[in-house]
Nanobody, 129 residues
Framework: QVQLTESGGGLVQPGGSLRLSCVSS??????????VGWFRQAPGWDREFVAA????????YYADAVKGRFTISRDNTKKTAFLQMNSLVPEDSATYYC????????????????????WGQGTQVTVSS
């Protein structure tokens, strides 16, 4: 069984930065093939893809809205994934969810939440002055 726990959310001013973390209690992030994704959902809006990283190899993928501002990474030794968020804008305000898949994922599926096996409870990010 895999449990994911996000942290690092909070209130930040526009232009500020936050670093989200997603810790796995199980074997997520350390299998030979897999993926970690970050998704977000604002009130009244559908869940949307933010970023993902898959392996083997090191493929990273970003939504157009965050490209150049957000960076996804993972630390296998700590079984942790990160989302570094810079130059935040109010439109980034949402609950951010970490998702993991413990097997190979095809490229066309990394942006689709239904293709992930495990989800965290979410962490709230609010960008406001």
């Amino acid at each position: 069984q895999v449990q994911l726990t996000e942290s690092g959310g909070g209130l930040v001013q526009p232009g500020g930065s936050l670093r989200l973390s997603c810790v796995s209690s199980g074997r997520a992030f350390i299998n030979g093939a897999g993926a970690v994704g970050w998704f977000r959902q604002a009130p009244g809006w559908d869940r949307e893809f933010v970023a993902a990283i898959r392996w083997p190899g090191v493929g990273t993928y970003y939504a157009d809205a965050v490209k150049g501002r957000f960076t996804i990474s993972r630390d296998n030794t700590k079984k942790t994934a990160f989302l570094q968020m810079n130059s935040l804008v109010p439109e980034d305000s949402a609950t951010y969810y970490c998702a993991a898949k413990n097997s190979r994922i095809i490229l066309s599926s990394v942006r689709v939440g239904d293709h992930y096996d495990y989800w965290g409870q979410g962490t709230q990010v609010t960008v406001s002055s």
